[in-house]
């Protein structure tokens, strides 16, 4: 059973970076499509990210427009590590973090995934 966890929330100013985790145990996560999303309260959860398995060649990581040049996803296999690096954050960007795993949906769409972490925390704050 594949178990993800994410990691490297917390507090920031306005403007700076974070890089968050999300570490897989249970299965590789090569196979996997992966997604990035986000939650605030009373608000539904949006896709913020996401990066297609190795096995499919012929897709690049999509980005939500709010986030595009600022977040990056990325895979470490080394790992099992999926990234998202953060930067030039907004206040409008704290939210609870969470990555998501699918071997077949894949998309912004949280309906796509079927394995969650517990999330991470970001707060963008002066």
């Known amino acids: 059973q594949l178990q993800l966890v994410e990691s490297g929330g917390g507090l920031v100013q306005p403007g700076g970076s974070l890089r968050l985790s999300c570490t897989a145990s249970?299965?590789?996560?090569?196979?996997?499509?992966i997604g990035w999303f986000r939650q605030v309260p009373g608000r539904d959860r949006e896709g913020v990210s996401c990066?297609?398995?190795?096995?499919?060649?012929?897709?690049?990581?999509y980005y939500q427009d709010p986030v595009k040049g600022r977040f990056t996803i990325s895979r470490d296999k080394a790992t099992n590590t999926i990234y998202l690096q953060m930067n030039s954050l907004k206040p409008e960007d704290t939210a609870v973090y969470y990555c998501?795993?699918?071997?077949?949906?894949?998309?912004?769409?949280?309906?796509?995934?079927?394995?969650w972490g517990q999330g991470t925390q970001v707060t963008v704050s002066s």
């Open positions: 998501a795993a699918d071997q077949v949906g894949y998309g912004l769409g949280p309906y796509e995934y079927t394995y």
């Open positions: 249970g299965s590789p996560l090569d196979y996997y499509n």
């Open positions: 990066i297609s398995s190795i096995s499919t060649t012929d897709r690049v990581p």
